[in-house]
Nanobody, 115 residues
Framework: QVQLVESGGGLVQAGGSLRLSCAAS????????MGWYRQAPGKQRELVAA???????NYADSVKGRFTISRDNAKNTMYLQMNSLKPEDTAVYYC?????????WGQGTQVTVSS
């Protein structure tokens, strides 16, 4: 099992920045990929960014150039630096970790961007 705990959400004005953190514990060595998803009210959950064990990354088109995903393997922690935030970035952000067999999810953290 893998446990994921997010932190760092909150309320910010448009154009501002936030950094989300995801602390992982448990059988971390079994994880291949980690990432961040988000779900806005009335919308489907969508992938925001992902990072592989080798450090390769990919981003949703809507956040490219504004968000940066990273991981600190020594601290078993993943981050999402969010800059130039827009009201449409408002959502619950979920930390995700996966391998060939299982998906693990955090409890989610609310990000609200005011205009």
């Amino acid at each position: 099992q893998v446990q994921l705990v997010e932190s760092g959400g909150g309320l910010v004005q448009a154009g501002g920045s936030l950094r989300l953190s995801c602390a992982a514990s448990g059988r971390i060595s079994s994880i291949n990929v980690m990432g961040w998803y988000r779900q806005a009210p009335g919308k489907q959950r969508e992938l925001v960014a992902a990072i592989g064990t080798g450090g390769s990354t990919n981003y949703a088109d809507s956040v490219k150039g504004r968000f940066t995903i990273s991981r600190d393997n020594a601290k078993n922690t993943m981050y999402l630096q969010m800059n130039s935030l827009k009201p449409e970035d408002t959502a619950v952000y979920y930390c995700w970790a996966g391998n060939n067999y299982y998906d693990y999810w955090g409890q989610g953290t609310q990000v609200t961007v005011s205009s």
